[in-house]
């Protein structure tokens, strides 16, 4: 039985897998720097990421997360704090926030030349930060380091890339400071650093289980002092995220038994329900009836199922087609934010329709240009290039084109009066300006 049991325990033990701790230093070291064919990566996913929340593409998104080059600084200040390797915790600490700072202008650039500013849900859901992200952060994180540490790393690290989600947060701040909308900020930088926070102290962890080398000989003082360090970063960070967790919990609780209570009195006595709105926020209901009205008795009976559903703390609104202010007012409410809808919508198109219109001028431009080389070389084949652009002499003049033809050989003055004419002709301007180079 032992025996039985002591094999099963040994598919548990790593350290055949493990790989040599110099290499793993070496790749760790590898992972924190922030230049050249990295850096360029970040940007790159970033913008992709940006695009993917723009747009509301979840696998955009995803694909943004597993270019991302993030997890390497962030795995060498757990690794590096694990081993007292100080140099390299400062190395990782400056690359990671150099990191950061392009990774918020990347996006917030893109979003300030966006053309749509709509908050999706895939924004939304980056603002909200929970107990429950600090979680998928720490067992992304310890799989993220085992899969570091390992000769075997198969499809870890991607998967670790796209459940810890280090783009998204990010560039939804940029979001953020782009549009000055703060709360988009602060609540997406909050789970930013939930992320980094706790895949660190996950390599960290990590890191003293699989007993790496110890980089610099420290005191007993200078490492109570890390520890203590470690452990209130630790809890700064985390507290919020357990009453944001609290509050999630709460608000769930409460929209499931709003959901009990409309499916259960949703058709009543000359009535039937019209319309619905939960908000777990403030902890109300909204019931819109439809027919000849709901008496006072029937008001009465829907409160009290409210109770027995446990929903005492909630405030309940009941309207119905008697109730003809309030259901105006509900009606113009409505009316409002579809107009508003409206608007943006009509607003997106117009600048859509604006770029569109850009491009298509600009590669009308360009065709222009081949078209008449091809044409007047026919007759002069020593002319050899042809630009063409649109431009204003004077800014109270209209369009004059601009035409600049590159010779190779001697062209004589009457037959460059004779181009200069054909092409005023041929672009339609006889105010049109031609160059020979």
């Given at each position: 039985?032992?025996?039985?049991?002591?094999?099963?325990?040994?598919?548990?033990?790593?350290?055949?897998?493990?790989?040599?701790?110099?290499?793993?230093?070496?790749?760790?070291?590898?992972?924190?720097?922030?230049?050249?064919?990295?850096?360029?990566?970040?940007?790159?996913?970033?913008?992709?990421?940006?695009?993917?929340?723009?747009?509301?593409?979840?696998?955009?998104?995803?694909?943004?997360?597993?270019?991302?080059?993030?997890?390497?600084?962030?795995?060498?200040?757990?690794?590096?704090?694990?081993?007292?390797?100080?140099?390299?915790?400062?190395?990782?600490?400056?690359?990671?926030?150099?990191?950061?700072?392009?990774?918020?202008?990347?996006?917030?650039?893109?979003?300030?030349?966006?053309?749509?500013?709509?908050?999706?849900?895939?924004?939304?859901?980056?603002?909200?930060?929970?107990?429950?992200?600090?979680?998928?952060?720490?067992?992304?994180?310890?799989?993220?380091?085992?899969?570091?540490?390992?000769?075997?790393?198969?499809?870890?690290?991607?998967?670790?890339?796209?459940?810890?989600?280090?783009?998204?947060?990010?560039?939804?701040?940029?979001?953020?400071?782009?549009?000055?909308?703060?709360?988009?900020?602060?609540?997406?930088?909050?789970?930013?650093?939930?992320?980094?926070?706790?895949?660190?102290?996950?390599?960290?962890?990590?890191?003293?289980?699989?007993?790496?080398?110890?980089?610099?000989?420290?005191?007993?003082?200078?490492?109570?002092?890390?520890?203590?360090?470690?452990?209130?970063?630790?809890?700064?960070?985390?507290?919020?995220?357990?009453?944001?967790?609290?509050?999630?919990?709460?608000?769930?609780?409460?929209?499931?038994?709003?959901?009990?209570?409309?499916?259960?009195?949703?058709?009543?006595?000359?009535s039937y329900l019209f319309d619905s709105n939960i908000n777990p926020s403030n902890k109300s209901i909204r019931l819109i009836y439809s027919g000849y009205g709901v008496s006072n008795q029937t008001k009465t009976d829907i409160k009290k199922t409210a109770l027995e559903l446990k929903l005492d703390t909630a405030k309940i609104e009941i309207l119905s087609g008697t109730d003809q202010s309030q259901l105006h007012s509900e009606?113009?409410?409505?009316?409002?934010?579809?107009?508003?809808?409206?608007?943006?919508?009509?607003?997106?198109?117009?600048?859509?329709?604006?770029?569109?219109?850009?491009?298509?001028?600009?590669?009308?431009?360009?065709?222009?240009?081949?078209?008449?080389?091809?044409?007047?070389?026919?007759?002069?084949?020593?002319?050899?290039?042809?630009?063409?652009?649109?431009?204003?002499?004077?800014?109270?003049?209209?369009?004059?084109?601009?035409?600049?033809?590159?010779?190779?050989?001697?062209?004589?003055?009457?037959?460059?009066?004779?181009?200069?004419?054909?092409?005023?002709?041929?672009?339609?301007?006889?105010?049109?300006?031609?160059?020979?180079?």
């Open positions: 039985m032992k025996n039985k049991i002591f094999r099963y325990l040994s598919y548990f033990n790593i350290a055949g897998e493990r790989e040599d701790f110099e290499t793993i230093h070496s790749e760790v070291e590898k992972g924190v720097v922030f230049k050249g064919t990295n850096l360029w990566v970040l940007i790159c996913a970033i913008l992709v990421a940006s695009v993917g929340l723009n747009m509301n593409s979840t696998a955009v998104i995803i694909g943004a997360m597993l270019i991302s080059p993030l997890m390497g600084p962030i795995n060498g200040m757990g690794y590096s704090l694990a081993t007292y390797d100080f140099l390299l915790f400062r190395k990782a600490i400056k690359n990671f926030t150099f990191a950061v700072v392009v990774s918020l202008i990347t996006s917030a650039f893109y979003f300030f030349i966006s053309p749509v500013n709509t908050a999706h849900s895939e924004l939304l859901a980056r603002t909200s930060p929970t107990i429950y992200d600090v979680f998928i952060a720490l067992f992304g994180g310890v799989a993220g380091m085992l899969a570091l540490s390992s000769k075997l790393k198969g499809n870890v690290i991607p998967g670790v890339a796209i459940a810890t989600a280090l783009m998204p947060p990010i560039c939804t701040a940029g979001y953020g400071l782009a549009t000055f909308q703060f709360s988009f900020f602060f609540g997406a930088l909050y789970l930013f650093t939930i992320n980094t926070v706790f895949i660190a102290v996950a390599a960290l962890f990590v890191s003293q289980v699989l007993k790496f080398p110890i980089r610099t000989i420290v005191d007993k003082e200078r490492a109570r002092r890390v520890n203590h360090y470690i452990t209130f970063i630790l809890l700064v960070t985390a507290i919020p995220s357990v009453y944001f967790g609290y509050k999630l919990v709460q608000n769930e609780d409460f929209a499931d038994k709003a959901r009990n209570l409309i499916a259960t009195v949703s058709v009543q006595e000359n009606t113009q409410r409505r009316l409002t934010e579809v107009e508003t809808l409206n608007n943006q919508l009509a607003s997106t198109g117009f600048s859509l329709r604006q770029t569109q219109n850009r491009l298509d001028s600009l590669e009308n431009i360009q065709n222009k240009g081949k078209e008449i080389l091809a044409e007047v070389r026919e007759f002069y084949p020593q002319i050899t290039k042809c630009s063409y652009s649109v431009t204003y002499i004077h800014p109270d003049t209209v369009k004059t084109p601009i035409v600049i033809f590159n010779v190779n050989r001697n062209l004589s003055p009457s037959d460059r009066d004779k181009v200069t004419n054909w092409t005023k002709s041929r672009v339609k301007n006889m105010n049109a300006k031609v160059y020979f180079d």
